[in-house]
């Protein structure tokens, strides 16, 4: 079974730019939740989509946005680049057929660069 | 406010010997407690997920326990190898209603392994 994978694997944009960055879930999964990582703040929670709704939102400004396919495949856009945006932005898919204790599987993530 | 502590921030120990890592939350109303291992440059891996009701769970040499009354919980390794040099991540789920519930993660505890 294929694992999480994100595309691309890293990126280089400048200030004021947008970027989208995909994710492909586990065959099956219908979770998809997107989180920010960087070595101030740690890992951080965006969003998380379920069936192509938003079931949930971190605390993270309106720049950042998402959605999902009905094929499970999510994006996340980030428009208006910050220098601050620079992070490993991590994918991870979990199938809930247990609910909430369903362990989620991460993919290698997307380093972004902010110049 | 909800909060993941974890200590300590970095570790170093030698190959063979045992260690235990801490992570206290103040995340309300629990959900479940999870804990991620992260080697550098990938993805976090699941090591366990407990639920109030467990207070103990293991995976291999990876044993963590759960007290939800004085809400701490530890990692424990034993007999170390060098591959269990990475980041151990501490995540404690709310329960928010939603699929996943709302995620909290703590810093990380690096810990180094030399032979």
């Known amino acids: 079974k294929a694992g999480v994978t994100q595309t691309p694997r890293y990126l280089i944009k400048t200030r004021g730019q947008q970027v989208t960055l995909s994710c492909s879930p586990i065959s099956g999964h219908r979770s998809v939740s997107w989180y920010q990582q960087t070595p101030g703040q740690g890992l951080q929670f965006l969003f998380e989509?379920?069936?192509?709704?938003?079931?949930n939102k971190g605390n993270f400004p309106g720049r950042f946005s998402g959605r999902q396919f009905s094929n499970s495949r999510s994006e996340m856009n980030v428009s208006t680049l910050e220098l601050g945006d620079s992070a490993l932005y991590l994918c991870a898919s979990s199938s809930l057929t247990s609910g909430r204790r369903d362990t989620q599987y991460f993919g290698p993530g997307t380093r972004l660069t902010v110049l | 406010k909800n909060q993941v502590e974890q200590s300590p921030q970095s570790l170093i120990i030698l190959e063979g010997k045992n260690c235990t890592l801490q992570c206290n939350y103040t995340v309300s109303p629990f959900s479940n407690l999870r804990w991620y291992k992260q080697d550098t440059g990938r993805g976090p891996v699941s090591l366990t997920i407990m639920t109030f009701s467990e207070n103990t769970k293991s995976n291999g040499r990876y044993t963590a326990t759960l007290d939800a009354d004085t809400k701490q919980s530890s990692l424990h390794i034993t007999a170390s190898q060098l591959s269990d040099s990475a980041s151990y991540i501490c995540v404690v789920s709310a329960d928010r209603g939603s699929t996943l519930g709302r995620l909290y993660f703590g810093r990380g505890t690096q810990l180094t392994v030399w032979p």
């Open positions: 989509y379920f069936s192509e709704t938003q079931r």
